[in-house]
């Protein structure tokens, strides 16, 4: 499906200006904090990737999918993409100065959740930034549920939840954006950035 993917991902991202928003001001505060390179992780086809390059940051993809890769190597020559696991990122500590999960942290099971956050967060130089857009859910109390997805199982969270944790590996929210249900032609569900940075005190502290 990585072709039929591709397609509507590219569209869905384009026509999406609130998204746009979100991803120019993390790239703005990663190259106001100095810059460095910066993980776009369940990059897909590269789409937002190359939207990051454009506005100045030394972004890279990882995904999970070679034939995705393959695709966003073809279609943005010179730019690096690797096949990877956001849950298990070969970069040292501390590594990069920016990390974006554009739609990504939604595959993954909410047993498994924590620990991801955890490794997005550990990549993060201190004072790195992280922004994580995700499917949300409104004011039911509940932390994750699942929905129907075309690709793999998938789950929306509740912000608080997500931000919760990232707090508890050491990246504290710096703003949100929660776009109302309406606006989500699809599924009409809330859709939910978050924006965090890499605090000097690490996890716990």
Do not use: K
Not at 59 to 71: E, R, T
Not at 119 to 130: C, K, N, Q, T, V
Not at 161 to 175: C, Y
Request: charged share 15%.
């Amino acid at each position: 499906m990585a072709d039929a993917y591709t397609a509507f991902v590219r569209g869905a991202f384009a026509d999406q200006p609130l998204n746009h928003v979100m991803v120019q001001a993390f790239a703005d505060l990663v190259r106001q904090a100095g810059g460095g390179a910066v993980a776009d992780v369940g990059c897909g086809p590269g789409h937002v990737t190359a939207c990051l390059r454009d506005r100045g940051v030394d972004a890279f993809g990882i995904d999970l999918s070679p034939q995705l890769v393959a695709i966003a190597r073809a279609a943005h020559p010179g730019v690096r993409f690797d096949v990877g696991d956001m849950g298990s990122l070969e970069v040292a500590p501390g590594g990069l100065a920016g990390v974006l999960a554009n739609y990504s942290i939604i595959h993954t099971p909410p047993a498994v959740l924590p620990t991801t956050l955890a490794e997005l967060s550990r990549a993060l130089a201190p004072g790195g930034y992280l922004l994580v857009s995700f499917q949300a859910l409104g004011g039911t109390g509940a932390a994750a549920e699942a929905f129907d997805h075309r690709v793999s199982p998938a789950w929306r969270y509740s912000p608080d939840h997500v931000a919760g944790l990232l707090r508890e590996n050491g990246a504290d929210e710096v703003s949100r954006l929660v776009i109302a249900p309406g606006e989500d032609p699809v599924r009409g569900f809330p859709q939910a950035h978050l924006l965090a940075r890499r605090s000097a005190r690490g996890a716990g502290g």
